[in-house]
């Protein structure tokens, strides 16, 4: 056989080998299409579409990988808007987007979903919730105004509850924000008499020493912390032991301020 037949036999056997490979890599893209189209529609069965999307979110957001969550709890929101887990999307969409510093985002997806609630009766927790998310998104936006509104709508609408006291460390965070941190303890005071027990209380009481400690009133500020250790289980006790010992650790330097 002579070179240039070899050279031409060649070449039809490396065409053949070239198109079996790019046949090969079609079937596989259109399977894996398939398949990714039936993993996001749930073949055509919108319950089993939105169940896959929402566990792909939690799995997503659980290993960190947050864009590839907010991609799937917005497909959630926007595909199946009437679908019941369309509201634990939002929420879940909004935590997302507050993570990853898109608190515009975040605002724009909590106040959607405290307009659907509205629309409805009941829910009263829900709703309490998210007023309470768009306050924490407002102040992270330094719109302070907007923080207390809804802050102060959680209370009136939710009074001597769970909520209410977190609305009322919320106008403590607003005013200590700012800078004025007569008006931050005294709101942090107020939570602590009307729920002088638990997490939240040491949590405004550690505050207050924070406050005092910003304004240079070091030993104020001691024994704010002091009251934390004396009066709270060891469990919330991290910040308050760490702000004691460098206190004291100032204060046995210099005579401090009172």
């Given at each position: ?23 090969v890599?079609v079937?596989?893209?259109?399977v894996?299409?398939v398949?990714?189209?039936?993993q ?27 864009e590839?969550?907010?991609?799937e ?6 595909r199946y808007?009437?679908?019941p ?5 939002m ?17 724009q ?23 309470l ?13 907007g ?11 939710q009074?001597?509850?769970?909520w ?24 942090y005071?107020?939570?602590i008499?009307?729920?002088p ?17 910003a ?7 001691l024994r ?8 709270y ?12 010992d ?6 046995e ?6």
């Open positions: 056989m002579s070179e240039t037949v070899r050279t031409v036999e060649d070449a039809k056997i490396i065409r053949r080998q070239l198109l079996w490979i790019a046949a890599i079937v596989a893209a259109a894996w299409g398949c990714w189209w039936g996001e529609t749930g073949w055509g069965n919108p319950d089993r579409a939105v169940a896959n999307l929402m566990d792909l979110g939690e799995k997503d957001f659980v290993s960190g990988h947050m590839d969550a907010v991609a709890y917005r497909a959630v929101v926007q808007p009437g679908h887990r369309a509201v634990q999307a929420t879940q969409l909004a935590s997302v987007l507050q993570q990853l510093g898109r608190y515009q985002d975040a605002l997806v909590l106040q959607k979903l405290y307009a659907s609630l509205q629309a409805h009766q009941g829910r009263a927790d829900l709703k309490a919730y998210t007023l998310q768009i306050g924490d998104v407002r102040r992270s936006l330094g719109d302070y105004a923080a207390l509104d809804a802050y102060t709508t959680v209370r009136r609408t009074p001597k509850t769970d209410a006291g977190e609305a009322q460390s919320g106008i403590g965070a607003v005013y200590q924000a700012q800078g004025l941190y007569a008006r931050a303890r005294s709101a005071g107020a939570l008499r009307e729920i027990g638990g997490f939240l209380a040491a949590e405004a009481q550690t505050s207050i020493g924070q406050c005092y400690e304004q240079k009133r070091y030993r104020d500020a704010a912390y002091e009251v934390v250790l004396r009066k289980p060891p469990a919330v006790w991290d910040t308050a032991q760490s702000r004691v460098a206190l004291k650790r100032q204060l330097g210099s005579d401090g301020e009172s």
